[in-house]
């Protein structure tokens, strides 16, 4: 949806609400909110902007504070709308750890005591312009002494994350903008390690359509939803 609008917010965001609406999402992901949420008025924040949106919303959302903000366009973040009756059901909220704002995640509770963790993520592109997520996350990094390629570092923290939930007995949502192709990729193989399923392939077959607009070539899906099994 290409990030949360900065200047006359309200038309987009009205735009946002009512597709949510139409279609009756219960949970909602959002990747790339392309927002530092510190830098914007009380009145343009998440919570703000949302506040009448429905009845009852849970939100969980995460961006870069892992240095001082310099401009309100921040590309990268991460939320997750739980709304009306979902809302009611979540109970526990959490973030990516290193504070880059790589994913959020909400949990619920279900029937016959399951419970349910859904997670929002973005995996940064391969290596480009010095304010893209790669470079954010490059940066921080190095400053912590980290070798590691951002994009690795993603899937081998995502990973560990996936164990922790799995661990506890959760079942697992991860709806995903994995920027590769999920029919082959070290991303495809880390999720699968991880005992999840690429529900998009298994339901369209290998063959299906791409899952972003500006895709022309039918790679599927660089967007994605994981479910466990």
Not at 110 to 124: C, D, Q, S, W
Not at 154 to 183: T, V
Not at 192 to 211: A, F, H, K, M, W
Request: charged share 20%; aromatic share 10%.
């Amino acid at each position: 949806m290409g990030g949360f609008a900065t200047h006359d917010y309200k038309i987009k965001d009205s735009i946002i609400r009512r597709g949510i609406t139409k279609w009756e999402f219960d949970i909602f992901g959002i990747a790339e909110t392309n927002i530092d949420w510190r830098l914007v008025d009380e009145d343009m924040r998440l919570n703000s902007r949302t506040r009448q949106w429905w009845e009852s919303l849970h939100l969980s959302f995460a961006h870069n504070t892992t240095f001082p903000g310099s401009r309100v366009c921040q590309y990268g973040g991460t939320a997750l709308f739980s709304i009306d009756k979902a809302a009611h059901c979540a109970f526990q909220r959490g973030s990516d750890e290193t504070k880059l704002g790589r994913w959020c995640w909400t949990r619920y509770k279900g029937k016959n005591g399951h419970t349910l963790t859904v997670i929002t993520a973005y995996h940064p592109n391969p290596p480009g312009g010095p304010i893209t997520v790669y470079a954010q996350h490059n940066n921080y990094f190095n400053s912590i002494r980290d070798g590691r390629c951002p994009r690795v570092a993603f899937l081998q923290d995502l990973a560990s994350l996936l164990q922790q939930i799995l661990s506890k007995g959760n079942h697992i949502i991860l709806m995903l903008d994995g920027n590769c192709d999920m029919r082959q990729s070290d991303l495809k193989v880390t999720l699968t390690q991880c005992d999840l399923r690429e529900v998009l392939i298994e339901r369209y077959g290998p063959n299906g359509p791409s899952t972003f607009r500006r895709n022309n070539t039918d790679t599927p899906p660089l967007l994605t939803d994981f479910g466990h099994h």
